[in-house]
Every structure is written in structure tokens, then in C-alpha cells.
């Protein structure tokens, strides 16, 4: 059975969305038309990467990223996962401006992943290592 995985939203997601609403309804108020489609199209486009972007687990040994409809989706083999880091970057006493799992797989590429359920992810991946690798 195949699992699936939910993208994070990071913390800095809604700060933006609130700016391009201010930038939308200034310029509608300043009649700058062009400016203000751009905010709204800008702003659709972010909210809809944070909602439909799925990491998934499948059984034919298979991690598959999709980020949205207007992104194309990456399948990578579980075999081909070559190791996984855990980054934080600067921190600020307890909290980190920004926590992802970064996958090293084929020939030196890399793929950053912001799930949900961080750990449980790791803990599928170690198995399926031992499945597949």
C-alpha cells in the first residue's frame, strides 16, 4: 500500500501571503491593474503548491514528489537514494529558520523534502533501505 505524505507549510509561507494581499489591495486602490493580477496569480500559485504538494511512499519501491498541479512530478528509486541529511539552518535559541530532509540520490542530485511527519518518513526509507538495498 502505497503511503502518502504531506508537505510542512514553513513558517515564512503566510508572512508572504499577507504581503501580496497588501500589494493586491494597494494596487487595486491605485487602479494598477497588471500589478495587482500578478500579486493574485503570485499568491494562488504559492497556495497551491502548500496544499497539494504529496510525498509518497510506493510499494514498487518508489519515492514520488509531486509539487502541485504546474510542476512535474519526480520519481526516484528507493535504490538510487544514495543518503538523507537533516538541515537547520541558522537558529535563534530553540527555533530554526528553516528544517528539511535534503536526499542525495543518482549521480549527485539532490531533492529537499519538508513532510509533515519528518520522522516517520525517515523510518519507512530505513526500511524500505533494507527492502530494496
Not at 502548500?50 to 512530478?73: C, M
Not at 538541515?87 to 539532490?110: D, E, N, P
Request: net charge positive.
Amino acid at each position: 500500500m502505497n503511503r502518502i505524505f504531506h508537505a510542512r507549510v514553513p513558517w515564512y509561507t503566510p508572512i508572504l501571503l499577507v504581503l501580496l494581499t497588501i500589494v493586491a489591495v494597494w494596487a487595486y486602490w491605485h487602479r494598477q491593474g497588471i500589478v495587482a493580477f500578478m500579486a493574485l496569480a503570485l499568491m494562488f500559485l504559492i497556495i497551491e503548491r502548500a496544499i497539494n504538494t504529496t510525498y509518497t511512499l510506493t510499494t514498487n519501491g518508489r519515492l514520488v514528489i509531486h509539487r502541485g498541479r504546474f510542476s512535474k512530478e519526480i520519481a526516484i528509486p528507493l535504490a538510487d537514494i544514495r543518503r538523507i541529511e537533516r538541515i537547520r539552518s541558522a537558529r535563534l535559541g530553540a527555533f530554526c529558520l528553516k528544517r528539511y530532509l535534503l536526499v542525495h540520490y543518482t549521480q549527485g542530485q539532490t531533492v529537499s523534502l519538508i513532510p509533515t511527519k519528518e520522522e516517520e518518513l525517515l523510518k519507512l526509507l530505513a526500511t524500505h533501505e533494507k527492502d530494496y538495498g
